[in-house]
């Protein structure tokens, strides 16, 4: 093991940061949906020019054939500065689940325009809004004078609102699978959700929607589908660990430069030992992503699953622990919309709640590693 | 000692969470319990409504014009208001009023009394400042004396409900001879006095109550003064004891309380899996029960003499209270689940007529997680009460 980046590696996150601390690469939180999805389209096409949305995907389909390693470190660069949308989506949860489909005609199809960012595909798998669960699913396929049409409807899809296609989860007669369906057509309604931090997630309404598919064979089972979420959700864990950097940075330049008292509270034993319990935990996320990013390339699906689902608790846990003493440390400015600060915390909020929260993953976990 | 309510209390808690309950006005409680911010007219109607009952100013002697309830009373108050879907009272309410009854002039009596149990007048608290938080003592704000005029320099930060207020009580610097605490004094103004400007602060959720407050040039009147020029301190001192009860939390929190319980409930129809709704039991359940023990602590600092060393002071108060707060807005939103990923802030402010995406209650779910980080900073941050209960307690155990 050696935890020092290479040249290249370090050379990739200098890029990456460099164009994530640049104003273009900033999502505003208060843009109206149409401009948001035109401005967040914008930024991952120069995300695109940086060469992100094909550093994941395989050197044969046109990619540069990068590992989980480097997605945590890019989408880290990114979170450091707020620049994440939608790497995670368009830049690893797409080309994985085409990766990893059984359909070569889909994958030949779709990959290369995924890697050169013509082709933006969004998973809408949710269908309950109060617990995340990919295999809770109504949405039916069928099949329909030798096409197959998709009706059903999807809450919470990310980046939705900026897709040019969407992968729906669906029953058809086999059991659940995954169809390709394109954005823009008679009967799909896509409508604009905000979320927490301005951005836009949507519903997607399907009524005899064509589609193509399905992406995985009957008796292959969805692990390629439940595997190109996980590769999702470690990299929104690297997103993560950016997210706490800034909020510790944030938080140990205030202890140093504010003053009350008559000295700067950073003398106060009591905010440094709360410093160093943000620091100490936000450690521990980033030693659990790291162990989950290693357990992304295992044959066995339950290593993977349960390290993975061990690394998203910890970063949602750890991550609220570190944006609460942010707050607290800070004193009022902490709770100030106006401070930069309140973004990463919203940010970091969202992120626990994408693709299972904390309770979601310790269940996956505990499933996962009882029987073993 | 004496483990019971004794039966005055008991008909006194029946009496009033039955009267309450009739008396909060449908729209208001369901914006409350919509997890919704409340608009101005809601508070101001809302004391109308007690006003009319002789109840609107709870920590008012009968002199006054208030009900003279005893401490104990107005917990059971303050209780019933919360469980009825009541807006919060205005804590500035049973906080000037106090101030001007035990320190003001026959004529700052007279003229500011009358207007605080509607609302007519609303007043707020200028305090804190940019440079001067948990160091409260350190402000800057000054007030220089020119004949039978202050003139006022500087800004106040944090302040409360300022762009709804026409009063203000502040402290203000007058002298800076001697201990900082000297040097203060407490002043009352108006809003719309000329040179003083507000600018909202709009917090992490998107809701707008506090403000920053600037004074150029501000003239007031030498007769504004409360007790006397450098005697702020004293004034300030009385108030933060004033709200002693009130910085529980109790109400609030067993108001959240319940919203989670009826969330789980709805979660359970839902079809949410079993082992998600245990978790949230077991959170549940114990919030539930640190939080009886905390209406016991809060009996236990009502019924303590004022000067008993060994009573629990309101310091413990503060923090299991903060405590509190802070984990059953966490609960609240880890019950929203995947549904606070969505966020519409314009239906929490109630700037729009129509319901978000899942609905007011999840909408506000996140939010509410938001609004409560401030908990462990008002009236006090955690970390000054921990250095206060420290300061109280170690030497008599010490001695033990
Ligand atoms: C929502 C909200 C509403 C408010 N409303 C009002 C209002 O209406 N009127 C008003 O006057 N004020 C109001 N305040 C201000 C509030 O009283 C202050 O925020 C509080 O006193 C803390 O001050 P500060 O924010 O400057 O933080 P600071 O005092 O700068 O504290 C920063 C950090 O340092 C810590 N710290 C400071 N001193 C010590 C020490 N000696 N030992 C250990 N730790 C220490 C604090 O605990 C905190 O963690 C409000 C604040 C909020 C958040």
Redesign the interface.
């Known amino acids: 093991m050696n935890f020092d980046l290479s040249d290249d590696q370090r050379a990739l996150v200098d890029t990456v940061e460099r164009f994530a601390r640049s104003a273009a690469a900033k999502r505003q939180s208060t843009s109206p949906v149409g401009a948001a999805s035109e401005d967040a389209v914008l930024r991952w096409e120069q995300m695109v020019e940086l060469g992100v949305a094909a550093l994941l995907i395989g050197e044969n389909n046109g990619g540069v054939g990068l590992g989980a390693a480097e997605a945590v470190l890019v989408s880290e660069a990114l979170g450091q500065s707020l620049a994440q949308e939608p790497f995670v989506t368009a830049g690893v949860l797409a080309p994985k689940l085409l990766e990893l489909s059984t359909s070569d005609g889909l994958r030949e199809k779709y990959l290369r325009g995924v890697a050169e960012g013509r082709v933006r595909i969004a998973l809408a798998s949710?269908e309950?809004?109060?617990?995340?669960?990919l295999f809770s699913v109504s949405t039916r396929a069928e099949v329909q004078n030798d096409r197959i049409v998709v009706t059903g409807r999807k809450?919470?899809v990310v980046d939705g609102a900026m897709a040019t296609h969407f992968a729906i989860t669906a029953r058809d007669a086999n059991g659940l699978n995954l169809f390709l369906v394109a954005a823009v057509q008679p009967g799909v309604m896509v409508?604009p959700?905000?979320?927490?931090d301005g951005g836009w997630?949507a519903?997607i309404e399907l009524e005899c929607v064509e589609a193509e598919g399905p992406l995985f064979r009957e008796a292959a089972g969805l692990d390629g589908l439940e595997c190109a979420v996980d590769h999702a959700t470690v990299a929104i864990c690297g997103e993560a660990l950016g997210l706490m950097n800034r909020m510790i940075a944030l938080t140990a330049s205030y202890l140093q430069t504010r003053?009350?008292?008559?000295k700067a509270i950073g003398t106060?034993q009591?905010?440094q030992h709360r410093f160093a319990e943000m620091v100490t935990l936000a450690e521990q996320a980033r030693s659990g992503t790291l162990m989950a990013a290693a357990a992304l390339a295992s044959e066995d699906a339950e290593v993977r699953k349960a390290d993975v689902s061990a690394a998203k608790s910890l970063v949602g846990r750890n991550g609220r622990a570190v944006l609460?003493g942010a707050?607290?440390l800070h004193?009022?400015i902490?709770?100030?919309?106006?401070y930069e600060l309140?973004r990463y915390?919203?940010r970091m909020?969202?992120i626990e709640?994408?693709w299972g929260?904390?309770?979601?993953h310790?269940?996956r976990f505990a499933r996962v590693t009882d029987s073993r | 000692m004496d483990l019971t309510l004794s039966s005055a209390d008991i008909a006194f808690r029946d009496m009033i969470r039955g009267e309450i309950a009739s008396m909060v006005p449908e729209d208001i409680k369901t914006r409350v319990e919509n997890l919704q911010h409340l608009r101005k007219e809601d508070y101001m109607r809302w004391q109308s409504i007690l006003d009319v009952r002789g109840w609107a100013t709870p920590a008012w002697p009968v002199e006054f014009g208030g009900p003279g309830w005893s401490p104990m009373q107005r917990v059971l108050f303050e209780e019933a208001c919360f469980m009825a879907g009541a807006p919060r009272q205005i804590p500035h309410i049973n906080m000037i009023g106090p101030v001007l009854q035990t320190f003001g002039t026959e004529d700052q009596k007279h003229r500011y009394l009358p207007g605080i149990p509607t609302l007519r007048d609303w007043w707020c608290q200028g305090y804190?400042e940019p440079?001067?938080?948990?160091?409260l003592a350190?402000l800057r704000t000054k007030a220089v004396r020119h004949g039978d005029r202050y003139i006022i320099n500087g800004q106040k930060?944090?302040t409360t409900w300022a762009h709804w207020s026409n009063h203000m009580f502040c402290l203000v610097r007058t002298s800076d001879a001697g201990r900082p605490q000297e040097g203060i004094t407490f002043l009352l103004l108006t809003m719309d006095t000329p040179g003083l400007t507000v600018r909202p602060?709009?917090?992490?959720d998107?809701a707008h109550d506090?403000n920053e407050v600037f004074f150029e040039d501000v003239s007031v009147p030498v007769e504004n003064v409360v007790l006397g020029e450098n005697q702020g301190w004293k004034v300030a001192k009385f108030l933060l004891n004033a709200e002693r009860t009130e910085i529980a939390g109790v109400g609030q929190s067993k108001r959240m309380l319940q919203f989670a319980r009826r969330l789980l409930a709805e979660?359970t129809n839902?079809?949410?899996?079993s082992?998600?709704l245990d978790?949230f039991r077991s959170r549940i359940a114990r919030i539930a029960i640190d939080l009886k023990a905390h209406e016991w602590t809060l009996m236990r600092v009502i019924d303590a003499k004022p000067d008993d060393p060994k009573a629990p002071s309101a310091s413990f108060l503060k923090l299991c209270g903060t405590d509190l707060l802070?984990r059953v807005s966490t609960l609240l939103?880890?019950l929203g689940?995947?549904?606070?990923?969505?966020?519409?802030?314009d239906a929490r402010n109630g700037n729009v007529d129509g319901t978000p995406?899942?609905g007011h209650v999840?909408n506000g779910t996140?939010a509410t997680?938001?609004e409560y980080?401030?908990s462990?900073?008002v009236g006090g941050?955690?970390?000054i009460q921990?250095?206060i209960i420290y300061r109280e307690t170690v030497s008599r155990w010490a001695a033990q």
């Open positions: 949710d309950s809004v109060h617990e995340f669960d809450e919470l409508t959700v905000r979320g927490l997630m519903r003053h009350q008292f008559g106060f009591a905010l609460e707050i607290q004193g009022g902490g709770i100030t919309d106006e309140s915390i919203r909020i969202e709640k994408t929260d904390v309770s979601y310790e269940a | 804190s440079g001067s938080g948990s160091d350190s930060i944090w602060i709009h917090s992490l998107g506090v979660l839902a079809g949410v899996s082992s998600r978790v802070e939103m880890d689940g995947p549904a606070g990923l969505a966020y519409d802030v995406p899942y999840l996140a997680y938001f980080r401030k462990g900073l941050t955690t970390e921990k250095n």
